[in-house]
């Protein structure tokens, strides 16, 4: 993937954003990061700057669940000239709760910043990509996307969103030059399940790194693929899904999250 314009990368502070820019601007990209968190980007970005020579690194401080934001952003970029080749929809939030016991405002701010944010700034970046017949889009989903999972109602219902809308999406662009691909993690060494309640599946397998992850994905958008499920244990494990029956996958999740004390004590305790 030769360097042609900014990739732009939400959720850039840390984790998963964090490692798409490292490693981009070893190759040589220049980079918009976006985060809601300036002091941590401003690290980073000193950070790329000073490792990285000849590349520019823009730190753009942004709540992508604010209505307008993704609209503001990129009037942002195109004011100051910044020609986005690359966009990588990174950013997101989950939760593992009973669905009952959330606060509507978490709830919403899974819908906002998951689907809401992801679907405007893909169209908004898609646009000028489609005009010049170039760029690409990765959009970050998860294997939880690929079954319902209780006690996550909300977190996996985002993530097979982001999976059905961009595996349609890669079909409508590369018809007009424009490759979109979504990701799908697992479990993975970053501050994720700090901000959304500690998961039992993080316990059961090595969590893969965020440099092992991206690495993946890089590899994978070169190869022109429409997904990539990261780490062979993710593989096996979407495979397994597919193949077993749908009810008995989310009772098992069910009976794995109320052992972990995530749902309601079973009946009798």
Not at 142 to 165: D, E, I, N, W
């Amino acid at each position: 993937m030769q360097p042609q314009g900014y990739a732009l990368i939400t959720g850039a502070s840390s984790g998963i954003g964090e490692e798409f820019a490292r490693q981009l601007a070893a190759q040589g990209w220049s980079l918009v990061l976006v985060a809601r968190s300036q002091d941590q980007l401003e690290k980073v970005r000193s950070e790329l700057m000073s490792a990285h020579m000849g590349i520019d690194v823009v730190a753009i401080p942004l709540d992508l669940t604010v209505p307008g934001a993704p609209a503001d952003l990129l009037q942002r970029t195109q004011a100051t000239h910044l020609d986005v080749e690359v966009l990588i929809n990174n950013a997101g939030v989950g939760a593992f709760s009973e669905f009952a016991s959330l606060d509507l405002g978490r709830i919403r701010q899974m819908l906002d910043l998951n689907i809401v944010a992801l679907v405007e700034l893909t169209h908004l970046y898609l646009q000028p990509m489609l005009q010049r017949r170039r760029g690409g889009i990765i959009n970050i989903a998860s294997v939880a996307g690929f079954a319902p999972l209780p006690y996550s109602t909300v977190y996996a219902a985002t993530k097979a969103f982001v999976k059905s809308f961009t595996e349609a999406l890669f079909e409508e662009a590369r018809q007009r030059g424009v490759h979109v691909m979504a990701v799908h993690p697992g479990t993975t060494e970053t501050n994720f399940f700090r901000v959304a309640g500690e998961s039992p599946f993080s316990h059961r397998a090595r969590m893969q790194t965020s440099v092992e992850v991206v690495r993946e994905s890089l590899r994978a958008f070169e190869g022109k693929k429409s997904a990539i499920v990261t780490g062979t244990s993710n593989r096996l494990l979407v495979v397994m899904m597919a193949l077993l029956p749908r009810r008995w996958v989310t009772s098992t999740v069910g009976r794995v999250m109320r052992r972990a004390n995530i749902g309601p004590p079973a009946k009798g305790q």
